[in-house]
């Protein structure tokens, strides 16, 4: 049975506005409340069955969610996306990668 994320989002929605809001008082005022949730879906809950959760426990999750680990998921999780090499053509990451042949040892 697939989990109902979108049903959960909907009614967590008022806790998740309220954590967004507190972010946004301690500077972090580019967080959405999809940001908060996506870090208690594939963080927080990843290896909890989310079905048998008590919505007190969510509830406690998302409040207890702090900007230090917000900001280290969002790291990481832009970490494993990025693609630092992705201006660059064929030749000027083969040139990065191996030389130009040319340098003496």
Not at 5 to 30: C, D, H, V, W
Not at 77 to 82: F, G, I, Q
Request: hydrophobic share 35%.
């Amino acid at each position: 049975m697939a989990i109902e994320y979108e049903a959960l989002f909907q009614k967590f929605l008022p806790a998740l506005i309220s954590k967004r809001n507190e972010f946004i008082m301690q500077g972090y005022k580019t967080v959405t409340v999809e940001d908060i949730w996506d870090v208690c879906v594939k963080k927080k809950w990843r290896k909890r069955n989310v079905q048998t959760l008590r919505p007190y426990e969510m509830v406690e999750d998302l409040f207890s969610l702090s900007t230090a680990q917000y900001m280290t998921y969002t790291q990481i999780k832009e970490s494993k996306t990025s693609n630092w090499f992705s201006e660059l053509n064929q030749d000027e990451l083969q040139l990065l990668l191996h030389g130009n042949g040319s340098e003496e040892p």
